[in-house]
Structure formats: structure tokens, C-alpha cells
């Protein structure tokens, strides 16, 4: 009976060894371009990481795997997306910011004079469709800025009106993935634009170039940090030329993927 006890303690310590630890075992699922902020509880195996070799103590068999789905203390979690996979997903994009406009030198009937504006706003929205490292959308924006002076050879006068500018652009963007929640990137778009002055208006080509960053909140939304540098050609309006419009604009905007 004695040696019997001896050797039913000897087999309960070895099953308490054996049973691995999973607290040592959780990992950071990276699963919105590497997006690190998902984590598998209490599990042995991340289906999104290498496995990790069994380990077992002297002189007891390999303990198998537990499969994914399968209940217990170190069950895997499994996720729809991997982070060596592309997430090729419909988006939809808002935005809005602070628009700074370039002083703009107009000619009417050979008087020259120059045009300055003050800071103003602007807003946008965008559907789009992401390819993995690339992005391609079609945007409508809004842009806004009061005219502040109005300087010639002779004077310097204050000036009374707005600047509007109407954009309908195509972008396509370059994502770069970082292995964290941030993705930075570079972008072009191109299209048209309705500039206004006053009541009076004119269509012109656009176009824009565009850098930034998305910060992943979770799989599905992230906050865009970016900037915009739009430049129009030539606009006329009630026989007034002006120069091309060259407005900068500081983004914060919202992505929401599907």
C-alpha cells in the first residue's frame, strides 16, 4: 500500500509538470497591418506567430497540441486575418482641417496686385478601396479662406471676401507597414476644382500630393494624422486673372474600413 501511495504522488506531480504555463505563452496578434493591440488569452499557440517548440519535462512524452477552437486553458484563439496577408477591404474616409492659402497675384486689364488670405478651414470625404501596400479613392473637399489685403504699386487696402474651392479628386496612396499600429503614407490624386470668388466662379485642373499617418484603433477604424498640398491651374473670373491657387491643409481625419 505504501509503495502503491509513493508511486500515485510520483504520477501526480509528474501531470503537474507536464501541464504547460500559458501566461508565459500570450502574444500580440498583429492583425490591422500589424496592428498590435489584439491579444489571445491565456494561450500556448498564436495562430498568427510561429509555433513554439513542446516542452515537457524529463522523462514524459511531447504533449500534443491543442487545436484551434478546442476548449481548455491553452485553446488558441483564431483570427480571420493574418499579418503576412493584405486586408482588402471598401473604406470609407472623413476628414477636416486647417487651410493656409499662398498670397495670389492677380492681373485685371494689365492693373496688377496681390492677394493675401487668411487662415481658413476645410473638410473632406472619400471612398476607397484598399489593395494591401496601395490604396486608390475618389474624394470630395471643400476648402475655405477670407481674403485679408489687397496690395498694388499704389496702396494697400483691406479686402472683403472668401476664397471657396470645390475639389473632386482620384488619390491613390502607398501604405507602409511599420509592425506596429502606425502606418505612414504617401499619396497623389488628381481632378478638377470649382474655384469661387464671391458669386463668381471658374473650373480648373487640380491636383494634390498628400503624406501622413494612420493610427490603428482596431481592426476596422483609425485616426489619419496627414497633410495636403493642393495646387489648381489658372482660374478667370469676371475677366480677372489669377494665378494658380496653392493651398496648404493639416489633417485629422477618421478611416472606417468594411
Aim: net charge negative; charged share 20%.
Amino acid at each position: 500500500m505504501r509503495s502503491a501511495i509513493i508511486i500515485l504522488a510520483g504520477l501526480s506531480i509528474s501531470m503537474l509538470l507536464a501541464a504547460p504555463v500559458c501566461a508565459d505563452s500570450i502574444e500580440i496578434a498583429k492583425v490591422y497591418r500589424a496592428y498590435p493591440a489584439y491579444i489571445n488569452p491565456a494561450v500556448c499557440d498564436n495562430p498568427n506567430l510561429e509555433p513554439s517548440p513542446a516542452v515537457t519535462p524529463a522523462g514524459m512524452p511531447p504533449q500534443p497540441a491543442t487545436a484551434a477552437g478546442q476548449s481548455g486553458p491553452c485553446a488558441s484563439v483564431p483570427y480571420a486575418f493574418s499579418s503576412d496577408d493584405p486586408i482588402n477591404v471598401p473604406y470609407l474616409a472623413l476628414w477636416a482641417g486647417m487651410v493656409a492659402t499662398h498670397d495670389n497675384d492677380v492681373d485685371y486689364a494689365g492693373d496688377k496686385a496681390t492677394i493675401s488670405f487668411d487662415n481658413g478651414f476645410g473638410g473632406g470625404a472619400a471612398v476607397g478601396y484598399d489593395f494591401g501596400p496601395a490604396r486608390l479613392e475618389i474624394e470630395g473637399s471643400y476648402r475655405e479662406s477670407n481674403a485679408d489685403e489687397i496690395e498694388n504699386d499704389q496702396a494697400t487696402f483691406d479686402a472683403d471676401g472668401d476664397l471657396e474651392v470645390r475639389a473632386l479628386l482620384v488619390n491613390a496612396y502607398a501604405d507602409f507597414t511599420t509592425g506596429s499600429m502606425v502606418t505612414p503614407y504617401l499619396g497623389a490624386g488628381i481632378g478638377y476644382a470649382e474655384i469661387e470668388v464671391g458669386s463668381r466662379d471658374d473650373e480648373v485642373f487640380a491636383g494634390q500630393l498628400a503624406a501622413g499617418m494612420l493610427i490603428a484603433l482596431s481592426p476596422a477604424v483609425a485616426i489619419d494624422l496627414g497633410y495636403r498640398f493642393m495646387m489648381t491651374d489658372n482660374p478667370e473670373i469676371d475677366d480677372v486673372e489669377f494665378e494658380e491657387v496653392k493651398q496648404h491643409t493639416a489633417v485629422l481625419g477618421l478611416q472606417i474600413r468594411f
